[in-house]
Nanobody, 117 residues
Framework: QVQLVESGGGLVQAGESLRLSCVASRGILSVVPMGWYRQAPGKQRELVATISSGGVTNYADSVKGRFTISRGNAKNTVYLQMNSLKPEDTAVYYC???????????WGQGTQVTVSS
């Protein structure tokens, strides 16, 4: 069982920045795809950004140019640098690890990001 531990959320004003971190509780032998998703109250969970095992990144249109996903030096550690935050970025942000075998994915517990106007 792998646990993903997220940190870095908080309350900020519009225009400010936050950096989210996601660390796997134990090692996975290979580098695997990881990503960040978010869920605002009353809305479905949506993709924010992903990074493949080879380092290819993908972003939701709403965050392109403002958010950057990257890997840390430790295997299967991932960060989300969020700049120029907007009130509509307010949500619980979840880290996801994607596997090619069962259970196919692990999710973190989520970290709250609140952006005030």
């Amino acid at each position: 069982q792998v646990q993903l531990v997220e940190s870095g959320g908080g309350l900020v004003q519009a225009g400010e920045s936050l950096r989210l971190s996601c660390v796997a509780s134990r090692g996975i032998l290979s580098v695997v795809p990881m990503g960040w998703y978010r869920q605002a109250p009353g809305k479905q969970r949506e993709l924010v950004a992903t990074i493949s095992s080879g380092g290819v990144t993908n972003y939701a249109d709403s965050v392109k140019g403002r958010f950057t996903i990257s890997r840390g030096n430790a295997k299967n550690t991932v960060y989300l640098q969020m700049n120029s935050l907007k009130p509509e970025d307010t949500a619980v942000y979840y880290c996801k690890m994607t596997l090619s075998t069962w259970p196919y994915a692990y999710w973190g517990q989520g970290t709250q990001v609140t952006v005030s106007s």
